[in-house]
């Protein structure tokens, strides 16, 4: 069973960054594929980005150029850089691993484990 358990987030301007961590354990993360979904207040979970166990990436159109999704399998972590923010990127998100290879960036039902989710608050 894998636990992932989310850190980071917070309130920021327009414009401005914040980093999200999900640390693993419980299982064999270095072979599953993670990923990071969103769900805004009222709308349907959406997913965003997700990393290979190769490193390769995939990324929404939504935040393609503004978030940078990666890992550091040494730290079982994987991380979300989220700059360029915009009120329109407020949601409660989560990190999710998914067993199966491939993923890619709009899986959302797909994944096998989540975490507990950690809300980002962009004002204008």
């Known amino acids: 069973q894998v636990q992932l358990v989310q850190s980071g987030g917070g309130s920021v301007q327009a414009g401005g960054s914040l980093r999200l961590s999900c640390a693993a354990s419980?299982?064999?993360?270095?072979?599953?594929?993670m990923g990071w979904l969103r769900q805004a207040p009222g709308k349907g979970p959406e997913g965003i980005a997700a990393?290979?166990?190769?490193?390769?990436?995939d990324y929404a159109d939504s935040v393609k150029g503004r978030f940078t999704i990666s890992k550091d399998n040494t730290k079982n972590t994987l991380y979300l850089q989220m700059n360029s923010l915009n009120p329109e990127d407020t949601a409660m998100y989560y990190c999710?691993?998914?067993?199966?290879?491939?993923?890619?960036?709009?899986?959302?039902?797909?994944?096998?484990?989540r975490g507990q989710g950690t809300q980002v608050t962009v004002s204008s």
């Open positions: 999710a691993a998914d067993t199966e290879a491939p993923c890619y960036s709009d899986y959302v039902d797909e994944y096998d484990f």
């Open positions: 419980g299982g064999a993360y270095n072979k599953y594929c």
């Open positions: 990393i290979e166990t190769d490193d390769g990436t």
